[in-house]
């Protein structure tokens, strides 16, 4: 299921309450763990000094009054009432800072917490692998990286900023009541006013921060298939249908932002005109004062600055409407991210899902085994009873598209739609090969031990595990065990899947199942391969399409359409101008 086709169920464009039940379960596991009290200590320690900070605005403002009236009076007290409002300026920017610090400090924390937490839910349970091959969720890797900290951001800086605004207009509120009641309430109605107006503005951003967050994430996602299959488009001359592909998705993300970019100054001239009614207020109700005699001429200046810290902390609850809708479509990708791990962990659905079931057993039994793709879409095997021992070395067969890697996904547990059960030795005992091994950019030590720590082998096993391959010169043709390259492209496919025979025999599993393991290795390496994991008494479950795989596998699997299956065992018999390790096969069906 492509971005665009996902439910609206999961993808709302509302600040509802779905919205702020994700953004509470992405919040929470920081705030409500055991070791969360210095977090909260320093909260606290910010909401303190927003609410500090507003008084002290209101002492300024009275200073201002002082200051102004001094002036008008030409009294020599002016003088030390500025260096005073200097000094007590200086002290709040001072305190500004190291509350800032404490901030970063904070916003920093839980960034690192809440990342290895939804990393560690990302690679639980196999999660990675379930948000690939369902198609979903789109970027996970980006949206680990870069929506975290605008989640964290906002669920920091909202209640500081939130709380500092009404503090602020609480005591700006006051001072103004004071003077003129009538510009009070003057205020009040332009508050909400303004904040329906924020309202109506804002309202549309949040599907167009959607938008552009979806096209954005397209754009990526076009840029790195060139990358990572750079080699194929060469060979297919493709330059021309990739770039037009990453010119259309480029020409949706500019006509995103333009639309965004229109409706900024939209909302620009209604803000300006809006703060231009405000700084209106103070001339048609308090300067009349004045002309009257009710108030002095400092009057007018305090409640001009009483005035602007209104209209500044009205600014900031104003906009905690658009600091949510820009914060939208980080809650709803990174909680897609946590819901599919909930799902996953869900018993119930764990339940309902895993059909296929799984136990623990000495050797690989496959009892009445229906195998289905995970979206039910097709019936790949029928009620496949299989028992593979150890030395029974299985090849299974058929043509392309009945489901021969489909059935090694469903023995690994990868797949589990269908019936059945499925007996497996301990996971330590098995491993999977695919057709292209995985390769990390690594040293070549790490690499051949990959995925146990580099420390679990001795140079000398790894050197002989090659000879055994008939390849003694492979690591000195490659620099040596501490080599680092970018191994996916160094070493040809054929290499490749050599490193990972060399792999198999440095962890000695009692079984390997091969999907096509040996495609890309000539025959003769192939039959090395293979030779070198008999004598190691390994016993290969094989996937593949060559006829020289027989020669190796008793026992023969072979997939026919319409989930059909049949299986034949052979016995060697020997050939007069064969080599000693050469022998013919004889089927019979069983």
Same mark, same amino acid.
């Given at each position: 299921?492509?971005?665009?086709?996902?439910?609206?169920?999961?993808?709302?464009?509302?600040?509802?309450?779905?919205?702020?039940?994700?953004?509470?379960?992405?919040?929470?596991?920081?705030?409500?763990?055991?070791?969360?009290?210095?977090?909260?200590?320093?909260?606290?320690?910010?909401?303190?000094?927003?609410?500090?900070?507003s008084?002290?605005?209101?002492?300024?403002?009275?200073?201002?009054?002082?200051?102004?009236?001094?002036?008008?009076?030409?009294?020599?007290?002016?003088?030390?009432?500025?260096?005073?409002?200097?000094?007590?300026?200086?002290?709040?920017?001072?305190?500004?800072?190291?509350?800032?610090?404490?901030?970063?400090?904070?916003?920093?924390?839980?960034?690192k917490?809440?990342?290895?937490?939804?990393?560690?839910?990302?690679?639980?349970?196999?999660?990675?692998?379930?948000?690939?091959?369902?198609?979903?969720?789109?970027?996970?890797?980006?949206?680990?990286?870069?929506?975290?900290?605008?989640?964290?951001?906002?669920?920091?800086g909202?209640?500081?900023?939130?709380?500092?605004?009404?503090?602020?207009?609480?005591?700006?509120a006051?001072?103004?009541?004071?003077v003129?009641?009538?510009?009070?309430?003057?205020?009040v109605?332009?508050?909400?006013?303004?904040?329906?107006?924020?309202?109506?503005?804002?309202?549309?951003?949040?599907?167009?921060?959607?938008?552009?967050?979806?096209?954005?994430?397209?754009?990526?996602?076009?840029?790195?298939?060139?990358?990572?299959?750079?080699?194929?488009?060469?060979?297919?001359?493709?330059?021309?249908?990739?770039?037009?592909?990453?010119?259309q998705?480029?020409?949706?993300?500019?006509?995103?932002k333009?639309?965004?970019?229109?409706?900024?100054?939209?909302?620009s001239?209604?803000?300006?005109?809006m703060?231009?009614?405000f700084?209106?207020?103070?001339?048609?109700?308090?300067v009349?004062?004045?002309?009257?005699?009710?108030?002095?001429?400092?009057?007018?200046?305090?409640?001009?600055?009483?005035?602007?810290?209104?209209?500044?902390?009205?600014?900031?609850?104003?906009?905690?409407?658009?600091?949510?809708?820009?914060?939208?479509?980080?809650?709803?990708?990174?909680?897609?991210?946590?819901?599919?791990?909930?799902?996953?962990?869900?018993?119930?659905?764990?339940?309902?899902?895993?059909?296929?079931?799984?136990?623990?057993?000495?050797?690989?039994?496959?009892?009445q085994?229906d195998?289905?793709?995970?979206?039910?879409?097709?019936?790949?095997v029928?009620?496949?009873?299989?028992?593979?021992?150890?030395?029974?070395?299985?090849?299974?067969?058929?043509?392309? !598209?009945?489901?021969?890697?489909? *059935?090694?996904?469903?023995?690994?547990? /990868?797949?589990?739609?269908?019936? %059945? @059960?499925?007996? #497996?030795?301990?996971?330590?005992?098995?491993?999977?090969?695919?057709?292209k091994?995985?390769?990390?950019?690594?040293?070549l030590?790490?690499?051949?031990l990959?995925?146990?720590?580099?420390?679990?082998?001795?140079?000398?096993?790894?050197?002989?595990?090659?000879?055994?391959?008939?390849?003694?010169?492979f690591?000195?043709k490659?620099?040596?065990?501490?080599?680092?390259?970018?191994?996916?492209?160094?070493l040809?496919?054929?290499?490749?899947?050599?490193?990972?025979?060399?792999?198999?025999?440095?962890?000695?599993?009692?079984?390997?199942?091969?999907?096509?393991?040996?495609?890309?290795?000539?025959?003769?390496?192939?039959?090395?391969?293979?030779?070198?994991?008999?004598?190691?008494?390994i016993?290969?479950?094989?996937? !593949?399409?060559?006829?020289?795989l *027989?020669q190796?596998?008793?026992?023969? /699997?072979?997939?026919?359409?319409? %989930? @059909?299956?049949? #299986?034949?065992?052979?016995?060697?018999?020997?050939?007069p101008?064969?080599?000693?390790?050469?022998?013919?096969?004889?089927?019979?069906?069983?």
């Open positions: 299921m492509s971005v665009d086709e996902q439910p609206a169920a999961t993808r709302s464009y509302k600040l509802n309450a779905l919205f702020f039940r994700r953004l509470w379960t992405l919040s929470a596991p920081y705030w409500c763990r055991r070791e969360a009290w210095k977090a909260w200590s320093i909260m606290a320690m910010l909401l303190s000094s927003a609410a500090a900070f008084l002290v605005g209101g002492y300024i403002s009275n200073l201002v009054a002082d200051s102004t009236n001094a002036l008008v009076a030409k009294q020599s007290i002016y003088w030390r009432i500025m260096i005073w409002m200097t000094f007590v300026g200086l002290m709040q920017t001072l305190a500004l800072q190291v509350t800032s610090w404490f901030s970063a400090w904070l916003l920093l924390d839980w960034r917490w809440m990342t290895n937490h939804l990393l560690n839910a990302y690679m639980h349970n196999r999660t990675y692998y379930e948000i690939e091959k369902d198609g979903f969720i789109d970027n996970p890797d980006q949206r680990l990286q870069e929506e975290v900290p605008s989640v964290c951001q906002t669920v920091i909202v209640p500081q900023f939130i709380l500092s605004s009404l503090m602020t207009i609480a005591v700006q006051s001072i103004i009541v004071q003129s009641p009538g510009m009070f309430w003057a205020v109605i332009y508050a909400g006013v303004n904040t329906l107006v924020s309202m109506w503005l804002y309202n549309p951003t949040i599907r167009q921060s959607w938008d552009l967050t979806v096209a954005q994430a397209r754009m990526r996602t076009g840029l790195m298939h060139l990358r990572d299959n750079a080699e194929t488009i060469a060979f297919y001359r493709g330059e021309n249908s990739e770039r037009k592909g990453l010119h998705r480029l020409r949706d993300v500019a006509r995103v333009m639309t965004m970019i229109f409706y900024g100054i939209r909302m001239v209604v803000n300006q005109v703060g231009l009614i700084s209106l207020l103070p001339i048609f109700f308090v009349p004062l004045y002309f009257s005699g009710k108030v002095a001429y400092g009057s007018i200046d305090q409640v001009g600055a009483a005035a602007a810290m209104v209209l500044s902390g009205l600014s900031v609850i104003s906009n905690f409407i658009p600091t949510m809708t820009s914060t939208m479509p980080s809650v709803v990708r990174l909680s897609e991210i946590q819901e599919k791990f909930n799902q996953l962990n869900d018993p119930r659905r764990v339940q309902e899902a895993a059909r296929i079931r799984h136990r623990e057993g000495e050797i690989v039994v496959l009892e085994v195998v289905a793709t995970p979206g039910g879409e097709q019936q790949l029928r009620n496949l009873s299989l028992r593979v021992e150890e030395g029974q070395h299985t090849l299974i067969a058929g043509q392309t !598209g009945v489901g021969k890697s489909s *059935l090694l996904r469903a023995i690994a547990g /990868l797949w589990r739609r269908g019936e %059945g @059960e499925i007996q #497996l030795p301990p996971y330590q005992q098995l491993m999977f090969i695919p057709q091994p995985y390769m990390i950019l690594t040293d030590r790490s690499q051949l990959y995925p146990e720590p580099a420390e679990s082998a001795e140079d000398v096993r790894i050197q002989q595990a090659f000879v055994r391959l008939g390849r003694p010169d690591l000195a490659q620099g040596g065990l501490d080599c680092i390259k970018d191994w996916r492209k160094v040809s496919l054929g290499e490749q899947q050599l490193v990972a025979f060399a792999r198999i025999l440095l962890r000695q599993p009692r079984y390997v199942f091969l999907d096509e393991a040996t495609s890309a290795m000539d025959v003769e390496t192939e039959r090395q391969a293979y030779r070198a994991l008999g004598e190691a008494n016993t290969c479950i094989s996937v !593949g399409h060559r006829e020289t *027989l190796f596998h008793p026992q023969k /699997l072979h997939l026919l359409a319409h %989930g @059909e299956w049949r #299986l034949t065992q052979h016995r060697e018999e020997a050939s101008d064969a080599d000693s390790d050469s022998f013919h096969l004889q089927a019979r069906a069983v």
